[in-house]
């Protein structure tokens, strides 16, 4: 193979085609597929594709190269005909159609689904795009049937005349909206004319080998395009012999006896689902639909046998029929058209009883349709009375959803693929069973389930848990009516399930973690009930000795502490600190222990009188924790890092979960109840800084234990120990950076950043900032590090709002937008974000502040800006992220009117590449100019920048 600069020949391309195919080196077959990918956007291409096309022999590799060069030709006509000049245009048609008339003849020697095949789809499409770029819209059909004829229908016409309402409705063909419109407005008045064709040839293909299949194909690619009169009556053609035919197969309970059965019964299942799109709206086409419905409900048997016969493929295609039916006569199914609802809404809910789980999911679309239409309904009295009528199917339809969410009785055994698969369907059943509930109602909904809880108890554990998730997923559905409706019915029926809670077996851990989370999830129903307080935190405690429940155990014990706080801190303090004793006696996980230590701080944080309760409270709970953290540190020194560190830093999460979560009551006017136990585990923490800097987690867990202490105790508390927390974040910053220093300095900076300290801890971000620069010296090493980029610009727009005329008059300011510049394109989300959000809060701060050193910056780097958010927007980024660009180029161009659109042009015209016309540059800065500060508007022309470019440059790739 030649260099891709010199022009490409005949035989460099068989060549390269061989190397690419044939040679063992994969080495070399990637580099020769690079360089046939080179050709294939080359002028040569046009050329040398026809000439492989035109090889004829036995050997069977140039099958390969067929349709490689068919692919490469159908690819040139779709996106690149311009490089054909006009007087060419009839040339080339009538070079694709032999080679179209061949490729046929030769697949139909070797038989249907040959290897034949793949090229005459490909020459097919090239042929439909042509046509629909070069010919009248009403001539579309008419110039096939005269290049091709019709004297042999099965031949070559049935394929392009297939492809061509495919490819008039497809994105790859590049056409102008009015063009398609147009295009696609004559393949519909020429539709009509086709299915004649269809129907006058189905006798003698449908016996054919494989015929049957291409007619149905073409047909329903036809009626997918067509409009409702473009086939007459709809009445006469739900009655037609085509459709019949269709339904035929799909009937059918074994196989067709062609070979090509799937491509037969997909093509049956599309020409149904067209002819029902061609009934809407359906209550226009009341008697057609009529017809219809009957005709899709009778497939029902096929259905079961193709259940019987593990037939996958036509199980989903049978239900793909029934769905869009159902789907389709919606509205109608809403009026409760007696022949149309009842049976149609059977037919569904059988289907999403069915035992195999992926064809049940299918129906799930089509409840929440149902279940949101009946939840629209505008008028009250008529939504209850919908909702009424509905109410039944939708009983019905909790009880087969339960049985979906069955585990498998081979749980066990099964592959975490597998166990994965079944835990996603039973998140998507969540919502099904909510929306369930929102149609049956809630009391109604739990009533039923306790019953059904109550015979399933003593029955296999699957049976039993199906219930009870049901519960647990209700649960955030009567969460906003907690006692507040006045439903004396909804209430009544939560107090039954709580009681039949506490009766679960012992033995089952799935049955009691789902138990345990149902009483979290219904625990704020328990203050006005606090006769089930013991019970259920008997039940609870019992499960955090079960390895498999204590996570949902914990997790349960925390709710039932915030929603009861003042009911537990008055009666059962010391029952919780027990359990809190008795989790790490039971070595409970740290997730758990986290969140028990949550719970007990709500309640410690509701003592009631006197006031000296709670710093006493505060010091039982977090004494033990803080002396398990001394013992660990004395038991090793110097202290230990890695693996061997990990008690360190749960010790550290844990005394974190206190200083957060343990709060003064609403009215207290002394001093934080924890100060006493931070002022002895203070030189705790600040000892620890040096001794664990090579620990990662450990840095991580004291930092964010520092970031909450400050929480707790407040500006004027936690001043005294500002200067010495500020030294080992710089310290530890300096020797081994991590993102926890900036965030816990950022807390710092958000507290003390106005007055005494502001000075003092600018010195201490320019600190920051030299090793932040040091660490992330290009933009490689911030994509490789995000979260330090991240967190240093959070810091620096923190510090910026707190005080902004301090940082933008430093020498920081200069360093740090140099680093936005180089870094505004990340590829990280939330890195990026942060960056130009610190930008645009620069640009925004006021004028009077910071005026004079904000525009001595922009006067050295605004058009550097300028073309990074220019240059990003249109190349760099993800289009979704065009907005965040937009508002800070909105903001450059309000904060420096007058430069802007010099800036614009000098941009434009810069840093964008000759294939990006100076037409489209001028619109760009035209309508720029014109946004008016309208950060909507921004986005919309940036929008339309970056689809021009992407398009401009794909097509200058295309070319060598």
Known sequence: MASSDAPFTFDQVTQGLIAAYRHPDAKVQQEATKWLETFQRSAEAWQICDQLLMLQGSDPFLASMHVFAGRTLRAKIQEELAEVPAQAHAALRTSLEAHLRTAHTHQQRLGHGSSGQPLVTQLSLALAALALQLDAPDRLVAGVVEALGTSDVGGAILDVLTALPE???????????SRRHAVLGGLQRSSAGVLQLLDSAWPQ??????????????LAAWLSLAAAGSVGNVSDWVNHRL??????????????????????MMASVDVVLASVRLTEPPHEHLDAVRLLVPRVLSL??????????????RCSGLTAVLLETAETYLPLVMQRVSDVTEPLLAAVLDRTAIADREIASMTFPFWYRLQEQLQGWPAADERAAQCAYFRTTFEQLLHALIQLAEYPADWAELSNDERDEHEQLRHTLADMFRDATAIVGPARALHQLHAMLADRLGQRWQRLEAVLYAVRCLGRTVEGEVDSSGDEALGSAVEQLLALVTRLPLGEPKVRYTGALIVGRYADWLPRRPHFLQPLLSFLTQSLALPDVAAAAALAVKHVCNACRSQLAASSLDALFGVLAGATQHSLPLVAQVELLEGVSYVVSS???????LPLAIDKLAQPLLDELLRLLNAQRPPPTGPAALPIADALAKLKTVVQFVSPPAGWSGLPPALPVIGRLWPVVLAMFEPMRSDPLVIERLCTLCRYTIKALGGSQFEPYL??????????????????????????VGVFGTGPHAAALLAALDELTRHTLLS???????????????EFFELCCRFMRRSPVAFVSSSLLLNVFQQALATINMQHREASRSVLTFVEQLLLLDERLVGRDRSALLATHG????????????????????GHQAGVLRALMVCVPQESPRWLYSVLQSAFPAYISDALKSDVANQLSNTHGDVSAVRDVLHRFADAFTRAERKAKRRP
Do not use: W
């Not at 490819?167 to 909206?177: C, H, I, K, Q, Y």
């Not at 003592?607 to 309760?613: D, H, I, T, V």
């Not at 800006?865 to 979704?880: Q, T």
């Open 167 to 177: 490819e008039a409705d497809s994105a790859r063909l590049p056409l102008e909206s």
């Open 205 to 218: 293909l449908s016996a054919a080998h494989g015929g049957a299949a291409r007619v149905l194909r073409c």
């Open 243 to 264: 459709l019949s035919a269709a339904f035929s197969v799909l009937s059918s309970s074994g196989k067709p006896p062609q070979s090509d059965d799937d491509a037969l």
């Open 300 to 313: 029902r048997d096929a259905f079961n046998a193709a259940v019987r016969s593990a037939d996958t493929e």
């Open 607 to 613: 003592l009631p009188e006197p006031a000296s309760s």
């Open 723 to 748: 200067p010495s927390l500020v030294s080992e974040l710089v310290r530890g910053y300096s020797v081994r950076p991590q993102s926890c220093y900036l965030y816990t300095f950022n807390e710092c």
């Open 776 to 790: 992330l010296p290009s933009v490689e090493a911030c994509e490789t590090h995000p979260d330090l980029t991240e």
């Open 863 to 882: 058009e550097a800006l300028m073309r990074a958010l220019l240059y990003g927007a249109a190349a760099v980024i993800p289009y979704s992220r065009i």
